[in-house]
């Protein structure tokens, strides 16, 4: 069975950090582009950040540039974003997204940045 299990969300302040984590099973791991999304309410879902499977390269949506980084573990099957510097706009639900000739979804994990 596939499994991608998002954690690491929650409250925090503006300015504070979290790391979130993805862990993944049921599939090769190594095999798959890892992608962070998230959706706010009212708001279509949107990318912030991902990462390939071959060589590590990442990207990042311009509104996280700088504040975001996204690593992986694949002895762990883990995939992880690094949020620094967290704003309000950032609160929404955060789904991670494993991508190659199937494309899976985690259920996602809440973030709230209280102003």
């Known amino acids: 069975e596939v499994q991608l299990v998002e954690s690491g969300g929650g409250l925090v302040q503006a300015g504070g950090s979290l790391r979130l984590s993805c862990a993944a099973s049921?599939?090769?791991?190594?095999?798959?582009?890892i992608g962070w999304f998230r959706q706010a309410p009212g708001k279509e879902r949107e990318g912030v950040s991902c990462?390939?499977?071959?060589?590590?390269?990442?990207y990042y949506a311009d509104s996280v540039k700088g504040r975001f980084t996204i690593s992986r573990d694949n002895a762990k099957n883990t995939v992880y974003l690094q949020m620094n510097s967290l704003k309000p706009e950032d609160t929404a639900v955060y789904y991670c997204?494993?991508?190659?000739?199937?494309?899976?979804w985690g259920q996602g994990t809440q973030v709230t940045v209280s102003s």
């Open positions: 990462i390939s499977s071959s060589d590590g390269s990442t």
């Open positions: 049921g599939f090769t791991f190594d095999d798959y582009a």
């Open positions: 997204s494993a991508h190659f000739f199937s494309i899976y």
